[in-house]
């Protein structure tokens, strides 16, 4: 199947500072990357979607001045958790479509705040 | 898309078949059935998706009733790396569309 990169796989960051993490689609194109959130023991919540070349429409009740994202090149998206606080540390996910029938996801990134 | 309703959690032992309900009494005529899983920690990994007919791949077989209000995925000899939450989510074919996920259910494959 295709293959989506994500980057880091986990990081650890002060209260205050930004973290941005990647999501790349290595084998193909993606016009369209979804951003979602799992919390412990829960179920993956769709933050936004990411459009190339366009606005990142963003689910109700997510931030968008907080979590910042950019999708500049076909293979590329950015989520930038602006001014983390210890509520953000999550799990962070995204995927892709191939434009194919099934979207591919990354391996995730583990998100802690301190 | 249409609501999904799957057990919480399933044991199976290791290399028998393990077979995940899936019911989806609401789904329409243009939606398809997807099943995706998720080892602990790890981003979701796609399995199988049909829209009547049974499907087969080297991961799983997908067998949807007649009436398709619900579904079984079916892992032919389920191992130790099977153990995963896994999720049926029906929706529209075309990955162009977000997935919403519902609670999954609880795959422990047992030794």
């Known amino acids: 199947g295709a293959v989506v990169s994500q980057h880091p796989s986990r990081v650890i960051c002060k209260s205050g500072t930004s973290v941005k993490i990647e999501c790349r689609s290595l084998?193909?194109?993606?016009?369209?990357m979804f951003w979602y959130r799992q919390f412990p023991k829960q179920s993956l919540m769709l933050m936004a979607t990411?459009?190339?070349?366009?606005?990142?429409?963003?689910e109700q009740g997510v931030e968008k001045d907080k979590f910042l994202i950019n999708h500049a090149s076909l293979t590329l998206s950015t989520l930038t958790v602006t001014s983390a606080h210890p509520e953000d540390s999550s799990f962070y996910i995204c995927?892709?479509?191939?434009?194919?029938?099934?979207?591919?996801f990354g391996q995730g990134t583990r998100l802690t705040v301190v | 898309d249409a609501k999904t309703t799957q057990p919480p959690s399933m044991d199976c032992a290791e290399g028998r078949a393990a077979n995940l309900p899936c019911n989806h009494s609401?789904?329409?005529?243009?939606?398809?059935v997807y099943w995706y899983r998720q080892i602990h920690s790890q981003g979701p990994q796609y399995i199988i998706h049909?829209?009547?007919n049974n499907e087969t791949n080297e991961m799983a077989s997908l067998i949807i009733t007649e009436d398709r209000k619900s579904s079984t995925l079916i892992l032919p000899h389920a191992t130790l790396r099977d153990t995963a939450v896994y999720y049926c989510i029906v929706r529209v074919e075309g990955s162009a569309r977000q997935l919403t996920f519902g609670s999954g259910t609880q795959l422990t494959v047992l030794p």
């Open positions: 995927s892709a479509g191939t434009g194919k029938t099934e979207a591919f």
């Open positions: 609401t789904i329409s005529g243009n939606e398809y």
């Open positions: 049909g829209l009547k």
């Open positions: 990411s459009n190339e070349g366009s606005k990142a429409t963003y």
């Open positions: 084998d193909f194109q993606a016009t369209t």
